[in-house]
C-alpha cells in the first residue's frame, strides 16, 4: 500500500505525513506533475512532519513556504521533524518592531 506525504510550497523542506509509517518505510509525494519517494529514518505519526532535505543546526525549517522555526540539531533527509529538533524562533514584538526582553536573537 502506497503512503503519501503532502508538500505545500516549493520552498518548503518539510513535508506532512497522511498516515503512520513505519522506520525505513517509503512515502509518497505528488506535487506539480512530479513524483518523489522518500525513506523515513524513524516513525512517524500521521500528521507530523518529515525533512525532505538535510537541514543544518541553525537553518530554517520552512513549511507552507514560511519559516516556522529553526533546527536545533542537524536533521537528516527522511528524519521526523518535531519539537525535539525544532527551535520555536516566534518573537513577540513591542509597538516598535523591536523583540520583547529576552527574545533577543544570540
Known amino acids: 500500500m502506497v503512503k503519501y506525504a503532502k508538500l505545500i510550497d ?5 513535508v506532512t505525513v497522511v498516515a503512520d509509517l513505519e522506520k525505513e518505510e517509503q512515502v509518497l509525494v505528488k506535487f506539480q506533475g512530479k513524483q518523489t519517494l522518500y525513506r523515513c529514518n524513524q516513525d512517524i505519526l500521521f500528521g507530523h512532519k518529515i525533512a525532505i532535505a538535510d537541514i543544518s543546526q541553525d537553518d530554517p525549517v520552512i513549511k507552507y513556504g514560511q519559516i516556522i522555526g529553526s533546527a536545533s540539531q542537524n536533521i537528516k533527509k527522511g528524519d521526523w521533524v518535531h519539537t525535539h529538533n525544532v527551535r520555536d524562533d516566534y518573537k513577540v514584538l513591542d509597538k516598535n518592531a523591536n523583540p520583547l526582553p529576552g527574545q533577543e536573537k544570540k
Open 10 to 14: 516549493i520552498k518548503d523542506n518539510v
